[in-house]
């Protein structure tokens, strides 16, 4: 298996645009998670799945953020509009078919606001 | 909700010496705590796990105990090597909340040759 792919692995952009990350899961995991890594508040858990549907989305800063997976294999995170401060690595990760299995982390895409 | 904290955020050891990291969480309904390394330019990976119902758990180097009375965890790695040079982040979690991961803050881990 190819592990969680995430694309694209960079993206510099301008403020106000938007930004759309991808992320397909490990085949046959049914919990997918995005998290954001800054050096300010370290990993933070922003949205996660289960079969598709989301879970627990508390940790979405502010509605210009935004989470879809139209099936088990596809997932984005959208944010529109951009701004500096969003500038991050954001991880996919997925894991099984229970609670408090592995999580597999992508190699996370770099963002870049300006 | 649950908030986990995790001490030193960087420790230097010499090659062959024993690291330990800690971590305390706040929840005591938390009872899966799983240990992360992340090497640079890459995302996190489980490097060991325990469950409440254990205290403590080996894999070769690397070991973890868990005090539940003190909600405490600490990850013991000993024969370092240069290669374990990396981001270690200690997380908690409970069962009923599918999986979510609270992370500690990280401890940036260099061996020295």
């Known amino acids: 298996d190819a592990g969680v792919i995430q694309s694209p692995r960079h993206e510099v952009t301008e403020m106000g645009q938007e930004v759309t990350l991808r992320c397909k899961p490990i085949?046959?995991?049914?919990?997918l998670f995005w998290y954001r890594q800054t050096m300010m508040r370290g990993l933070e858990l922003l949205i996660y799945f289960n079969n598709n549907v989301p879970i627990d989305d508390s940790g979405m800063p502010e509605d210009r953020f935004s989470a879809k997976m139209p099936n088990a294999s596809f997932s984005t995170l959208k944010i529109q509009p951009s701004e500096p401060r969003d500038s991050a690595v954001y991880f996919c990760?997925?894991?099984?078919?229970?609670?408090?299995?592995?999580?597999?982390f992508g190699p996370g895409t770099r963002l870049t606001v300006l | 909700g649950e908030n986990v904290e995790q001490h030193p955020s960087t420790l230097s050891v010499q090659e062959g010496d024993s690291a330990v990291i800690k971590c305390t969480y706040s929840?005591?309904?938390?009872?899966?705590f799983p240990w992360y390394k992340q090497e640079l330019g890459k995302g996190p990976q489980l490097i060991i796990d325990?469950?409440?119902?254990?205290g403590e758990k080996k894999d070769q180097r690397i070991a973890v105990t868990l005090n539940k009375t003190a909600k405490h965890f600490s990850l013991h790695i000993t024969e370092t090597q240069p290669e374990d040079s990396a981001v270690y982040f200690c997380?908690?979690?409970?069962?009923?909340?599918?999986?979510?991961?609270?992370f500690g803050q990280g401890t940036e881990l260099s061996v020295k040759p």
């Open positions: 929840d005591s309904a938390s009872n899966y």
């Open positions: 990760a997925s894991s099984g078919t229970s609670a408090d299995n592995e999580q597999f």
């Open positions: 997380a908690a979690s409970m069962g009923n909340q599918g999986g979510k991961l609270i």
């Open positions: 085949s046959g995991h049914d919990y």
């Open positions: 325990i469950r409440s119902n254990v």
